[in-house]
């Protein structure tokens, strides 16, 4: 639920303060005297109350205003969007897109898909349904995220013996790419405009799939890079290799891929230069991985968060590729989705289990936090002595 390096520390007097979300515990160097109180925020680590079917997938709109949740209890397939930033806003439960009975009973039931457009003003929702010898049944609807309403709904003639794993507008919300799961499958690309398939990309497929900024490549989970719309392979690009999830920066510098095995590479925005992998900040990495599912940049791209299916939640900072302090606390199990506000003050996460959680990451309240603790800032003497040939300014003005 929450892993926090020691760095050579011995812990001890361990105490939770659930009141206050807190934990507090004296800490030392090993084999040294003396003794330092530390408080490590929790949040709420514990989620009260009963729950129902767990989530099985979830995304945010580009923008963070917007939560749209699957889940799934047999054969129904029930879809859900609600507002972020207020707790009082009702969801919307869309429109039912029917599975059918799959045959014989023990194949995989109906399994739901996501995609915001990149206006975060539409959403397309999907069921994609095995029923064996009738074939695979993908149904797909877009909803109106502002109104809110049903757009329409479609059945498209998708699906080889491989079903549709994943889903992304282009660029300019013009077309829907629809991938296959890999190794057995294809990438498909539905015209809203005309309402057709207009192309269909044989041994294109992965388990994600994403469209650059500009609209003229597309990226699937397999490492393919393909030319849009013509589907011919970019020889330039060697490709990032097979990945969980794909993002692009808004600004379009950056191109985050999270792998297997739990690492976070970042490439340019053309993915032609890798420029780092992203390393945990604890000593030793973790002895069993989990897979990096969930990435979010901010609105000015200069911070990157990535969640993994152990629910550990981390910040970057994308120039420096350093992760900015300890991973944030989460209620446990895996995160499925992440977005930063518009204004970078919170960070949403949505949890396979744990529903949406909200994180305040903007400085302002880090240092309200900082000085509530210290009670006072620093004199002109200590800011002399620890920050020499620095303009001195108040640190903590309120307190």
């Keep these: 639920m929450l892993t926090r390096p020691l760095l050579g520390e011995r812990v001890s007097a361990l105490s939770f303060d659930a009141q206050a979300g807190v934990l507090r515990f004296l800490t030392a160097p090993r084999w040294e005297w003396g003794l330092t109180l530390r408080t490590l925020a929790i949040g709420d680590l514990y989620v009260p109350g009963p729950h129902g079917p767990s989530v099985t997938k979830a995304a945010f709109s580009p923008d963070g205003r ?195 095995n739990g690492q976070i590479h970042l490439w340019d925005g053309r993915i032609r230069r890798r420029l780092g992998i992203l390393a945990p900040s604890a000593t030793e990495p973790p002895p069993e991985p989990s897979p990096a599912y969930a990435l979010a940049f901010s609105a000015d791209s200069r911070l990157l968060a990535a969640a993994d299916l152990d629910g550990v939640l981390q910040i970057w900072d994308t120039s420096t590729r350093r992760p900015l302090g300890i991973p944030l606390p989460t209620p446990g199990g895996g995160i499925e989705a992440l977005a930063f506000s518009a204004d970078g003050r919170a960070l949403y996460a949505a949890g396979l289990t744990s529903g949406l959680q909200t994180y305040d990451v903007g400085i302002g309240h880090a240092v309200a936090t900082v000085c509530g603790r210290i009670g006072q800032g620093l004199s002109r003497g200590e800011w002399a002595e620890r920050l020499p040939g620095v303009p001195y300014r108040e640190s903590c003005p309120e307190h």
Excluded at 148 to 172: H, N, Q, W, Y
């Design 66 to 260: 917007t939560l749209a949740t699957v889940t799934v209890k047999g054969t129904k397939v029930t879809f859900r969007t609600r507002e972020t930033g207020s707790a009082k806003s009702p969801p919307h439960q869309l429109p039912e897109l029917p599975c059918g009975t799959p045959t014989p009973p023990q194949l995989l039931p109906c399994t739901g898909l996501l995609a915001f457009s990149a206006d975060g003003k539409t959403l397309a929702y999907a069921v994609m349904a095995e029923l064996g010898r009738k074939g695979n049944r993908f149904r797909l609807g877009f909803w109106d995220v502002d109104r809110p309403r049903l757009i329409e709904r479609r059945e498209l003639p998708v699906g080889t013996k491989a079903g549709v794993s994943a889903m992304t507008f282009t660029p300019d919300g013009a077309a829907l790419v629809l991938t296959e799961f890999p190794r057995i499958g294809n990438t498909w690309i539905w015209n809203r405009r005309r309402r057709a398939l207009e192309r269909s990309l044989p041994g294109v497929d992965g388990s994600a799939v994403a469209v650059f900024p500009d609209g003229d490549r597309l990226l699937t989970g397999q490492g393919h890079v393909r030319s849009y719309p013509s589907g011919r392979a970019d020889s330039p690009t060697a490709g990032p290799g097979a990945l969980q999830a794909l993002l692009f920066s808004p600004d379009g510098s950056y191109f985050a891929g999270g792998t297997a």
